[in-house]
């Protein structure tokens, strides 16, 4: 543990929308499918449909496999209905149901980072804590970046990190920001 003492601040990784869906299409070969802007229909199957960016076609994935309707709850049953979005965001992030569908996600423009808009330049070092809200996949080192307007080879000199920083994490991590050299 250092003896100078910390400034601790806190940044968020948010979800603004729905991410795309990694998911070849049979027509067009694309691989890019999307659920729409938090809607989407499943029919008397049990399918949750979802449309291919390229040329509009739809597929669909299974979210239950023949089950009768009364053996459904009845608050999912009314969500499904009246197109919940919080309800199509959690069937999307559920790693179970991605896997059982093959597909994953591409959170490429669905997420933001909040961070404070305090002025890091005088107090050194920095302990930033990074929280994830929603399991969003992104490197620590191009969120570091971003959050700092840092290159990354900069963020490879400045930071002590607790997770590796360019390995994929979906948790939350902490890093420290070393002072300029």
Same mark, same amino acid.
């Given at each position: 543990?250092?003896?100078?003492?910390?400034?601790?601040? &806190?940044?968020?990784?948010?979800?603004?929308?729905?991410?795309?869906?990694?998911?070849?299409?049979?027509?067009?070969?694309?691989?890019?499918?999307?659920?729409?802007?938090?809607?989407? =229909?499943? %029919?008397? %199957?049990?399918?949750?449909?979802?449309?291919?960016?390229?040329?509009?076609?739809?597929?669909?994935?299974?979210?239950?496999? =023949?089950? #009768?309707?009364?053996?459904?709850?009845?608050?999912?049953?009314?969500?499904?209905?009246? %197109?919940?979005?919080?309800?199509?965001?959690?069937?999307?992030?559920?790693?179970?149901?991605?896997?059982? %569908?093959?597909?994953?996600?591409?959170?490429?423009?669905?997420?933001?980072?909040?961070?404070?808009?305090?002025?890091?330049?005088?107090?050194? #070092?920095?302990?930033?804590?990074?929280?994830?809200?929603?399991?969003?996949?992104? =490197? #620590?080192?191009?969120?570091?970046?971003?959050?700092?307007?840092?290159?990354? &080879?900069?963020?490879?000199?400045?930071?002590?990190?607790?997770?590796?920083?360019?390995? #994929?994490?979906?948790?939350?991590?902490?890093?420290?920001?070393?002072?300029?050299?």
């Amino acid at each position: 543990m250092s003896s100078q003492p910390h400034t601790v601040l &806190s940044w968020v990784v948010r979800r603004t929308g729905l991410p795309a869906l990694s998911l070849r299409c049979v027509d067009c070969r694309s691989g890019s499918a999307t659920a729409g802007e938090g809607r989407f =229909r499943v %029919n008397a %199957n049990g399918k949750l449909l979802v449309r291919c960016v390229s040329c509009d076609r739809t597929s669909k994935l299974t979210v239950h496999e =023949r089950v #009768p309707v009364g053996s459904l709850e009845r608050a999912e049953l009314d969500g499904y209905r009246v %197109n919940d979005p919080e309800l199509v965001a959690s069937r999307l992030l559920d790693p179970l149901f991605a896997r059982r %569908n093959r597909f994953t996600l591409d959170w490429t423009e669905a997420w933001e980072l909040d961070t404070p808009s305090e002025q890091l330049d005088e107090r050194w #070092p920095a302990r930033v804590e990074v929280v994830f809200e929603d399991p969003i996949q992104a =490197r #620590p080192e191009r969120l570091i970046a971003r959050g700092l307007g840092l290159s990354r &080879s900069q963020v490879q000199r400045r930071i002590k990190c607790d997770v590796p920083p360019r390995r #994929p994490t979906r948790a939350g991590f902490t890093f420290t920001l070393l002072a300029r050299e």
